[in-house]
Protein backbone atom coordinates (compact mmCIF):
# COMPACT_ATOMS: atom_id res chain seq x y z
CA UNK A 1 0.00 0.00 0.00
CA UNK A 2 0.90 3.41 -0.77
CA UNK A 3 2.43 5.72 2.13
CA UNK A 4 -1.03 8.32 2.70
CA UNK A 5 -2.11 10.48 5.48
CA UNK A 6 -4.74 7.72 7.01
CA UNK A 7 -6.07 6.58 10.81
CA UNK A 8 -3.44 5.47 13.10
CA UNK A 9 -3.59 2.04 14.21
CA UNK A 10 -3.91 3.71 18.00
CA UNK A 11 -7.56 4.98 18.72
CA UNK A 12 -7.20 8.63 17.56
CA UNK A 13 -10.30 11.67 18.60
CA UNK A 14 -11.95 12.82 16.13
CA UNK A 15 -14.30 15.64 14.84
CA UNK A 16 -16.35 15.56 11.75
CA UNK A 17 -17.70 18.46 9.62
CA UNK A 18 -20.58 18.32 7.56
CA UNK A 19 -22.40 21.54 5.20
CA UNK A 20 -25.61 22.01 4.95
CA UNK A 21 -25.83 23.38 1.02
CA UNK A 22 -28.64 23.99 -1.11
CA UNK A 23 -30.87 21.00 -2.15
CA UNK A 24 -29.86 19.35 1.17
CA UNK A 25 -31.52 19.82 5.07
CA UNK A 26 -29.50 20.01 8.44
CA UNK A 27 -31.73 16.59 9.50
CA UNK A 28 -30.31 14.90 6.62
CA UNK A 29 -26.59 16.04 7.16
CA UNK A 30 -26.61 14.74 11.03
CA UNK A 31 -27.89 11.93 9.54
CA UNK A 32 -25.04 11.68 7.11
CA UNK A 33 -22.80 12.54 10.04
CA UNK A 34 -24.01 9.45 12.42
CA UNK A 35 -22.65 7.35 9.21
CA UNK A 36 -19.65 9.03 9.10
CA UNK A 37 -19.47 8.59 13.00
CA UNK A 38 -19.67 4.87 12.05
CA UNK A 39 -16.54 4.92 9.15
CA UNK A 40 -14.83 6.76 11.54
CA UNK A 41 -15.52 4.13 14.19
CA UNK A 42 -14.77 1.17 11.96
CA UNK A 43 -11.05 2.48 10.89
CA UNK A 44 -10.29 3.01 14.78
CA UNK A 45 -11.63 6.74 15.56
CA UNK A 46 -13.49 8.06 18.65
CA UNK A 47 -15.74 10.97 17.27
CA UNK A 48 -15.73 13.27 19.94
CA UNK A 49 -17.93 16.10 18.32
CA UNK A 50 -19.06 17.19 15.16
CA UNK A 51 -19.99 20.47 13.78
CA UNK A 52 -22.14 21.63 10.78
CA UNK A 53 -22.40 24.87 8.70
CA UNK A 54 -24.88 26.46 6.16
CA UNK A 55 -23.33 27.73 3.11
CA UNK A 56 -25.07 28.34 -0.15
CA UNK A 57 -22.11 26.70 -1.75
CA UNK A 58 -18.29 25.68 -0.38
CA UNK A 59 -15.87 28.50 0.39
CA UNK A 60 -13.10 27.47 -2.39
CA UNK A 61 -10.31 28.22 -0.24
CA UNK A 62 -11.39 26.63 2.94
CA UNK A 63 -14.19 24.55 2.38
CA UNK A 64 -16.26 26.22 5.22
CA UNK A 65 -16.64 29.75 6.19
CA UNK A 66 -13.85 31.62 7.87
CA UNK A 67 -15.78 31.79 11.04
CA UNK A 68 -16.67 28.25 11.15
CA UNK A 69 -13.12 27.59 10.69
CA UNK A 70 -12.49 29.65 13.98
CA UNK A 71 -15.02 28.17 16.21
CA UNK A 72 -13.60 24.53 15.04
CA UNK A 73 -9.87 25.92 16.15
CA UNK A 74 -11.19 27.29 19.27
CA UNK A 75 -12.70 24.33 20.39
CA UNK A 76 -9.50 22.10 19.19
CA UNK A 77 -6.94 24.42 21.13
CA UNK A 78 -5.94 22.45 24.61
CA UNK A 79 -8.02 19.01 23.60
CA UNK A 80 -6.74 16.31 22.93
CA UNK A 81 -7.86 15.97 19.36
CA UNK A 82 -5.99 14.53 16.46
CA UNK A 83 -8.23 14.50 12.98
CA UNK A 84 -10.73 16.34 11.31
CA UNK A 85 -12.85 14.31 9.11
CA UNK A 86 -15.41 16.38 6.57
CA UNK A 87 -18.31 14.30 4.80
CA UNK A 88 -17.30 15.30 1.63
CA UNK A 89 -14.31 15.34 -0.90
CA UNK A 90 -12.30 18.06 -0.47
CA UNK A 91 -9.36 19.31 -2.65
CA UNK A 92 -5.51 19.15 -1.84
CA UNK A 93 -5.27 23.03 -1.52
CA UNK A 94 -8.62 23.03 0.68
CA UNK A 95 -6.78 20.65 2.90
CA UNK A 96 -3.68 22.40 3.41
CA UNK A 97 -5.10 25.23 3.81
CA UNK A 98 -7.50 23.94 6.61
CA UNK A 99 -4.55 22.25 8.12
CA UNK A 100 -2.72 25.26 8.02
CA UNK A 101 -5.48 27.18 9.84
CA UNK A 102 -6.52 23.74 12.80
CA UNK A 103 -3.31 22.60 12.85
CA UNK A 104 -4.35 19.33 12.86
CA UNK A 105 -4.63 16.38 10.29
CA UNK A 106 -7.59 17.25 8.35
CA UNK A 107 -8.87 14.19 5.97
CA UNK A 108 -12.08 13.96 3.47
CA UNK A 109 -15.28 10.91 3.22
CA UNK A 110 -12.80 9.50 0.22
CA UNK A 111 -9.98 9.31 2.65
CA UNK A 112 -11.90 8.03 4.68
CA UNK A 113 -13.18 4.76 2.81
CA UNK A 114 -10.01 4.31 1.00
CA UNK A 115 -8.43 4.02 4.65
CA UNK A 116 -10.81 1.36 5.93
CA UNK A 117 -10.46 -0.72 2.28
CA UNK A 118 -6.86 -0.55 2.63
CA UNK A 119 -7.25 -1.91 6.42
CA UNK A 120 -9.67 -4.82 5.29
CA UNK A 121 -7.95 -5.75 2.10
CA UNK A 122 -6.74 -9.36 2.31
CA UNK A 123 -6.18 -11.13 -0.89
CA UNK A 124 -4.01 -10.05 -3.23
CA UNK A 125 -7.27 -9.05 -5.66
CA UNK A 126 -8.48 -6.76 -2.96
CA UNK A 127 -4.91 -5.38 -2.19
CA UNK A 128 -4.33 -4.42 -5.66
CA UNK A 129 -7.85 -2.90 -5.96
CA UNK A 130 -7.74 -0.36 -3.14
CA UNK A 131 -4.03 0.58 -3.94
CA UNK A 132 -5.00 1.23 -7.41
CA UNK A 133 -8.17 2.89 -6.04
CA UNK A 134 -5.57 5.20 -4.25
CA UNK A 135 -3.25 6.03 -6.83
CA UNK A 136 -6.34 7.53 -8.81
CA UNK A 137 -7.74 9.59 -5.99
CA UNK A 138 -4.05 11.14 -5.34
CA UNK A 139 -3.11 11.89 -9.04
CA UNK A 140 -5.44 15.18 -9.41
CA UNK A 141 -4.39 16.56 -6.20
CA UNK A 142 -0.74 15.89 -6.61
CA UNK A 143 -0.35 19.19 -6.55
CA UNK A 144 -0.43 20.87 -3.18
CA UNK A 145 -0.18 17.66 -1.66
CA UNK A 146 3.49 16.81 -1.38
CA UNK A 147 6.52 18.28 -2.73
CA UNK A 148 7.43 14.75 -4.06
CA UNK A 149 6.79 10.81 -3.47
CA UNK A 150 8.83 8.40 -1.91
CA UNK A 151 11.31 6.97 -4.63
CA UNK A 152 12.96 3.88 -4.62
CA UNK A 153 15.62 5.01 -7.10
CA UNK A 154 18.03 7.88 -6.96
CA UNK A 155 17.42 11.53 -8.27
CA UNK A 156 20.51 10.66 -10.72
CA UNK A 157 18.62 9.70 -14.22
CA UNK A 158 15.29 9.32 -12.68
CA UNK A 159 13.91 13.25 -13.91
CA UNK A 160 13.81 13.83 -17.03
CA UNK A 161 15.06 16.93 -18.66
CA UNK A 162 13.56 20.43 -17.51
CA UNK A 163 10.73 18.44 -16.05
CA UNK A 164 9.03 19.35 -12.73
CA UNK A 165 9.49 17.82 -9.68
CA UNK A 166 5.30 17.65 -9.81
CA UNK A 167 5.21 16.37 -13.32
CA UNK A 168 7.82 13.70 -12.12
CA UNK A 169 5.26 12.77 -9.27
CA UNK A 170 2.44 12.69 -11.81
CA UNK A 171 4.47 9.97 -14.43
CA UNK A 172 5.33 7.77 -11.28
CA UNK A 173 2.11 7.68 -10.36
CA UNK A 174 0.71 7.14 -13.75
CA UNK A 175 3.37 4.51 -14.24
CA UNK A 176 2.13 2.83 -11.29
CA UNK A 177 -1.31 2.91 -12.24
CA UNK A 178 -0.27 1.20 -15.29
CA UNK A 179 1.36 -1.46 -13.15
CA UNK A 180 -1.91 -1.64 -11.15
CA UNK A 181 -3.99 -2.16 -13.88
CA UNK A 182 -2.15 -4.62 -15.72
CA UNK A 183 -1.36 -6.36 -12.73
CA UNK A 184 -5.54 -6.70 -12.25
CA UNK A 185 -5.84 -7.63 -15.46
CA UNK A 186 -4.19 -11.03 -14.85
CA UNK A 187 -6.24 -11.44 -11.69
CA UNK A 188 -9.12 -10.89 -13.46
CA UNK A 189 -8.63 -13.54 -16.36
CA UNK A 190 -7.51 -16.20 -13.59
CA UNK A 191 -10.95 -14.92 -11.56
CA UNK A 192 -13.02 -15.43 -14.85
CA UNK A 193 -11.35 -18.96 -15.39
CA UNK A 194 -12.85 -19.88 -11.87
CA UNK A 195 -16.32 -18.48 -13.24
CA UNK A 196 -16.22 -20.47 -15.93
CA UNK A 197 -15.99 -23.99 -14.47
CA UNK A 198 -18.32 -23.52 -11.69
CA UNK A 199 -20.50 -25.12 -14.57
CA UNK A 200 -23.99 -24.79 -15.59
CA UNK A 201 -25.60 -23.77 -11.95
CA UNK A 202 -27.79 -20.75 -11.42
CA UNK A 203 -25.97 -17.92 -10.06
CA UNK A 204 -27.47 -15.99 -6.89
CA UNK A 205 -25.80 -12.41 -5.28
CA UNK A 206 -26.69 -10.65 -2.45
CA UNK A 207 -25.98 -7.11 -2.64
CA UNK A 208 -27.02 -4.32 -0.29
CA UNK A 209 -26.00 -1.31 1.35
CA UNK A 210 -22.90 -1.86 3.80
CA UNK A 211 -23.44 -3.55 7.61
CA UNK A 212 -27.47 -4.26 6.23
CA UNK A 213 -26.53 -8.44 7.22
CA UNK A 214 -25.27 -9.61 4.06
CA UNK A 215 -23.05 -11.93 5.68
CA UNK A 216 -24.95 -12.90 8.51
CA UNK A 217 -27.58 -14.31 5.73
CA UNK A 218 -25.14 -15.69 3.87
CA UNK A 219 -24.12 -17.72 6.87
CA UNK A 220 -27.43 -19.14 7.38
CA UNK A 221 -28.44 -19.53 3.90
CA UNK A 222 -25.38 -21.52 3.03
CA UNK A 223 -24.71 -22.91 6.61
CA UNK A 224 -21.15 -22.61 6.15
CA UNK A 225 -18.63 -20.01 8.25
CA UNK A 226 -18.56 -16.81 7.07
CA UNK A 227 -16.84 -13.72 8.64
CA UNK A 228 -19.49 -11.01 10.04
CA UNK A 229 -18.93 -8.14 11.71
CA UNK A 230 -21.22 -4.82 12.80
CA UNK A 231 -18.63 -2.72 10.97
CA UNK A 232 -18.68 -0.99 7.73
CA UNK A 233 -17.05 -3.22 4.98
CA UNK A 234 -16.62 -6.05 6.82
CA UNK A 235 -16.13 -8.16 3.34
CA UNK A 236 -14.16 -6.49 0.55
CA UNK A 237 -13.79 -9.68 -1.07
CA UNK A 238 -16.68 -12.07 -2.95
CA UNK A 239 -17.06 -15.68 -1.42
CA UNK A 240 -19.16 -18.04 -3.21
CA UNK A 241 -20.45 -21.37 -1.99
CA UNK A 242 -22.59 -24.11 -3.23
CA UNK A 243 -26.03 -24.57 -1.95
CA UNK A 244 -28.62 -27.25 -2.68
CA UNK A 245 -31.90 -26.76 -1.31
CA UNK A 246 -33.72 -30.16 -1.56
CA UNK A 247 -32.47 -31.22 -5.48
CA UNK A 248 -32.34 -27.92 -6.20
CA UNK A 249 -28.91 -26.77 -6.49
CA UNK A 250 -27.14 -22.99 -7.25
CA UNK A 251 -24.46 -20.60 -6.46
CA UNK A 252 -24.84 -18.07 -3.50
CA UNK A 253 -21.94 -15.23 -3.16
CA UNK A 254 -21.74 -12.81 -0.90
CA UNK A 255 -20.26 -9.34 -2.18
CA UNK A 256 -19.06 -5.74 -0.79
CA UNK A 257 -21.31 -3.24 0.67
CA UNK A 258 -22.40 -0.46 -1.74
CA UNK A 259 -22.61 3.14 0.57
CA UNK A 260 -23.54 6.84 -0.22
CA UNK A 261 -20.60 8.54 -1.94
CA UNK A 262 -18.85 5.69 -2.65
CA UNK A 263 -15.38 6.91 -4.05
CA UNK A 264 -15.60 6.44 -8.03
CA UNK A 265 -11.88 5.23 -8.03
CA UNK A 266 -13.12 1.88 -5.74
CA UNK A 267 -16.17 1.78 -7.83
CA UNK A 268 -13.75 1.24 -10.75
CA UNK A 269 -10.71 -0.14 -9.56
CA UNK A 270 -13.38 -3.13 -7.90
CA UNK A 271 -15.28 -3.70 -11.17
CA UNK A 272 -13.59 -7.28 -11.42
CA UNK A 273 -15.13 -8.04 -7.97
CA UNK A 274 -18.76 -6.31 -8.73
CA UNK A 275 -18.87 -9.08 -11.92
CA UNK A 276 -19.90 -11.70 -9.61
CA UNK A 277 -22.61 -9.68 -9.28
CA UNK A 278 -23.02 -8.51 -13.04
CA UNK A 279 -22.70 -12.23 -13.95
CA UNK A 280 -25.27 -13.41 -11.48
CA UNK A 281 -28.96 -14.97 -12.43
CA UNK A 282 -31.06 -13.51 -9.67
CA UNK A 283 -30.02 -10.91 -7.13
CA UNK A 284 -30.94 -10.33 -3.31
CA UNK A 285 -30.90 -7.04 -2.31
CA UNK A 286 -31.08 -7.39 1.06
CA UNK A 287 -32.22 -4.03 3.18
CA UNK A 288 -32.13 -2.83 7.13
CA UNK A 289 -35.21 -1.94 7.41
CA UNK A 290 -34.24 -0.49 11.44
CA UNK A 291 -32.17 1.99 9.87
CA UNK A 292 -33.85 5.41 9.66
CA UNK A 293 -32.37 5.85 5.59
CA UNK A 294 -33.61 2.79 4.56
CA UNK A 295 -35.32 3.66 1.71
CA UNK A 296 -32.44 6.43 0.72
CA UNK A 297 -29.93 3.23 1.02
CA UNK A 298 -32.22 1.25 -1.70
CA UNK A 299 -31.87 4.31 -4.11
CA UNK A 300 -28.26 4.38 -3.78
CA UNK A 301 -28.17 0.79 -4.41
CA UNK A 302 -30.26 0.56 -7.04
CA UNK A 303 -28.02 3.84 -8.19
CA UNK A 304 -24.84 1.70 -8.51
CA UNK A 305 -26.35 -1.31 -10.23
CA UNK A 306 -27.61 0.53 -12.63
CA UNK A 307 -23.91 1.69 -13.14
CA UNK A 308 -22.66 -1.52 -13.17
CA UNK A 309 -25.33 -2.57 -15.59
CA UNK A 310 -26.70 -4.89 -13.55
CA UNK A 311 -30.02 -3.17 -12.49
CA UNK A 312 -32.54 -5.20 -14.98
CA UNK A 313 -31.71 -8.77 -13.14
CA UNK A 314 -34.70 -10.59 -11.28
CA UNK A 315 -34.35 -8.85 -7.66
CA UNK A 316 -36.03 -10.02 -4.56
CA UNK A 317 -35.97 -7.62 -2.13
CA UNK A 318 -35.38 -8.77 1.53
CA UNK A 319 -36.15 -6.42 4.39
CA UNK A 320 -33.91 -7.70 7.31
CA UNK A 321 -34.29 -6.63 10.77
CA UNK A 322 -37.58 -6.89 11.61
CA UNK A 323 -36.56 -7.61 15.11
CA UNK A 324 -35.01 -4.04 15.88
CA UNK A 325 -37.87 -2.28 13.17
CA UNK A 326 -40.55 -3.74 15.97
CA UNK A 327 -38.50 -2.53 18.51
CA UNK A 328 -37.94 1.01 17.17
CA UNK A 329 -41.14 1.50 15.86
CA UNK A 330 -43.98 -0.29 18.21
CA UNK A 331 -44.73 1.20 21.83
CA UNK A 332 -44.89 -1.23 24.33
CA UNK A 333 -48.59 -0.62 25.01
CA UNK A 334 -49.07 -1.47 21.55
CA UNK A 335 -51.84 -4.23 21.26
CA UNK A 336 -50.62 -7.31 19.11
CA UNK A 337 -53.85 -6.79 17.08
CA UNK A 338 -52.90 -3.28 15.88
CA UNK A 339 -49.11 -4.13 15.26
CA UNK A 340 -50.35 -6.47 13.19
CA UNK A 341 -52.80 -4.46 11.19
CA UNK A 342 -49.69 -2.31 10.86
CA UNK A 343 -47.32 -4.61 9.65
CA UNK A 344 -49.74 -6.21 7.24
CA UNK A 345 -50.04 -2.47 5.72
CA UNK A 346 -46.28 -1.98 5.51
CA UNK A 347 -46.21 -5.49 3.87
CA UNK A 348 -48.65 -4.80 1.18
CA UNK A 349 -47.10 -1.44 0.27
CA UNK A 350 -44.16 -2.87 -0.65
CA UNK A 351 -45.23 -5.89 -2.46
CA UNK A 352 -47.05 -3.78 -4.61
CA UNK A 353 -44.44 -1.14 -5.26
CA UNK A 354 -41.86 -4.86 -6.10
CA UNK A 355 -44.94 -6.70 -7.62
CA UNK A 356 -44.25 -9.21 -5.02
CA UNK A 357 -40.86 -9.38 -4.89
CA UNK A 358 -40.39 -8.16 -1.03
CA UNK A 359 -40.08 -10.60 1.89
CA UNK A 360 -39.53 -9.42 5.96
CA UNK A 361 -37.01 -11.67 8.05
CA UNK A 362 -34.95 -11.08 10.70
CA UNK A 363 -31.72 -13.01 10.01
CA UNK A 364 -30.23 -12.58 13.51
CA UNK A 365 -33.41 -14.86 15.34
CA UNK A 366 -34.43 -16.84 12.16
CA UNK A 367 -37.84 -15.05 11.47
CA UNK A 368 -39.36 -15.76 8.52
CA UNK A 369 -35.87 -18.09 6.97
CA UNK A 370 -38.08 -20.43 6.05
CA UNK A 371 -40.19 -18.21 4.00
CA UNK A 372 -37.07 -16.48 2.16
CA UNK A 373 -35.19 -20.15 1.39
CA UNK A 374 -39.47 -21.15 -0.20
CA UNK A 375 -39.08 -17.98 -2.27
CA UNK A 376 -35.13 -18.35 -3.39
CA UNK A 377 -36.21 -21.94 -4.81
CA UNK A 378 -38.98 -20.87 -6.70
CA UNK A 379 -36.92 -17.83 -8.60
CA UNK A 380 -34.19 -20.20 -9.18
CA UNK A 381 -36.26 -22.91 -10.63
CA UNK A 382 -37.68 -20.36 -12.24
CA UNK A 383 -33.99 -19.28 -14.33
CA UNK A 384 -33.36 -22.74 -14.54
CA UNK A 385 -36.66 -23.06 -16.97
CA UNK A 386 -35.04 -20.16 -18.56
CA UNK A 387 -31.99 -21.33 -19.30
CA UNK A 388 -33.08 -25.03 -20.33
CA UNK A 389 -36.32 -24.27 -21.54
CA UNK A 390 -36.72 -28.01 -23.27
CA UNK A 391 -35.92 -29.66 -20.07
CA UNK A 392 -39.28 -31.55 -18.65
CA UNK A 393 -37.15 -31.86 -15.33
CA UNK A 394 -35.42 -28.54 -13.46
CA UNK A 395 -33.64 -30.54 -10.36
Same mark, same amino acid.
Do not use: C
Given at each position: ?????????????????????????????????????????????????????????????????????????????????????????????????????? /??? !??? $???????? *? %?????? @????????????????????????????????????????????????????????????????????????????????????????? /??? !??? $???????? *? %?????? @??????????????????????????????????????????????????????????????????????????????????????????????????????????????????????????????????????????????????????????????????
Amino acid at each position: MIERKKITEQEERAILVGLVTDGQTERQVKEYLEELKFLALTAGAHTVKHFIQKLPHPDTRTFIGKGKLEEIKNYVTGRNISILIFDDDLSASQIANIEKEI /GIK !TID $RSDLILDI *F %ARRAQT @AQAKTQVELAQYQHLLPRLKGMWTHLERQKGGIGLRGPGETEIETDRRIVNTKISLLRKRLEDIDKQATTQRKTRGELIRVALVGYTNV /GKS !TLM $RILSKTEV *F %AENKLF @ATLDTTTRKVVYGNTPFLLSDTVGFIRKLPHQLVESFKSTLDEVRESDILLHVVDIAHPQHEEQIEIVNRTLQEIRAAEKPTLLIFNKMDEYEKQTFDEWLSEEVKKDLLDQMYAQWKHRTHDQAIFISALNGNHIDQLREKLIEKVRDQYKVRYPYKTVYF
